[in-house]
Nanobody, 121 residues
Framework: QVQLVESGGGLVQAGGSLRLSCAAS????????MGWYRQAPGKQRELVAR???????NYANSVEGRFTISRDNAKNTVYLQMNSLKPEDTAVYYC???????????????WGQGTQVTVSS
């Protein structure tokens, strides 16, 4: 079984910072991409940032320049450093990972359970 466990969410004032972590564990052969998504009440889940195993990253326009995604491949962990937070960043943040459980071409998508980020004005 594979698990993704997020941590680091909480309540912060506008302009503040938070750092989210997501650790993947279990029967993992290799991890390709890892990313962060968020879902605000009444809205669809949207991509925040994504990072491939080679280090390529992409960000949503709304967080470009404020958020930074990084990975520790040795720890199967992805981080999201969030600076200059705004009330509109309030959402449940989910991490995901595209990974293989055995050698071969098949990859699977796993999601974490989510962590709440609330930014007060």
């Amino acid at each position: 079984q594979v698990q993704l466990v997020e941590s680091g969410g909480g309540l912060v004032q506008a302009g503040g910072s938070l750092r989210l972590s997501c650790a993947a564990s279990g029967s993992i052969f290799s991890i390709n991409a890892m990313g962060w998504y968020r879902q605000a009440p009444g809205k669809q889940r949207e991509l925040v940032a994504r990072c491939t195993s080679g280090g390529s990253t992409n960000y949503a326009n709304s967080v470009e320049g404020r958020f930074t995604i990084s990975r520790d491949n040795a720890k199967n962990t992805v981080y999201l450093q969030m600076n200059s937070l705004k009330p509109e960043d309030t959402a449940v943040y989910y991490c995901n990972a595209v990974l293989s459980v055995v050698a071969g071409p098949y990859q699977y998508l796993y999601w974490g359970q989510g962590t709440q980020v609330t930014v007060s004005s």
